[in-house]
């Protein structure tokens, strides 16, 4: 059974940084692309970045581009979403996801860990 647990989240300044982690844990994780999603407070979750299951490629939604990285450890099993010049839109619960292909919906995605909440006051 897949588990995915997600951590770094925190309330931050705008302008400020957090760094969220993603371990996972009943899957070879180095097969696997993935995901990263956010959802809002009466809003639909939406893409926010994802990798596949090497470095070599991987994908931003246009509200992230430039500020947010994604990367991955594949010996640690964890995938990491580095956010920088954090915005108060950007406030959110942050789902990790993982999925045998890399997609940018929901619905691409199989395994999905609890959220993390990321707020960011302005």
């Known amino acids: 059974q897949v588990h995915l647990v997600e951590s770094g989240g925190g309330l931050v300044q705008a302008g400020g940084s957090l760094r969220l982690s993603c371990a996972a844990s009943?899957?070879?994780?180095?097969?696997?692309?993935m995901g990263w999603f956010r959802q809002a407070p009466g809003k639909e979750r939406e893409f926010v970045a994802a990798i596949f299951w090497s470095e070599v490629f991987t994908s931003y939604a246009d509200s992230v581009k430039g500020r947010f990285t994604i990367s991955r450890d594949n010996a640690k099993n964890t995938v990491y979403l580095q956010m920088d010049s954090l915005k108060p839109e950007d406030t959110a619960v942050y789902y990790c996801?993982?999925?045998?292909?890399?997609?940018?919906?929901?619905?691409?995605?199989?395994?999905w860990g609890q959220g993390t909440q990321v707020t960011v006051s302005s």
């Open positions: 996801a993982a999925d045998l292909s890399l997609s940018k919906v929901a619905s691409g995605y199989a395994s």
């Open positions: 009943g899957l070879t994780f180095s097969r696997y692309a």
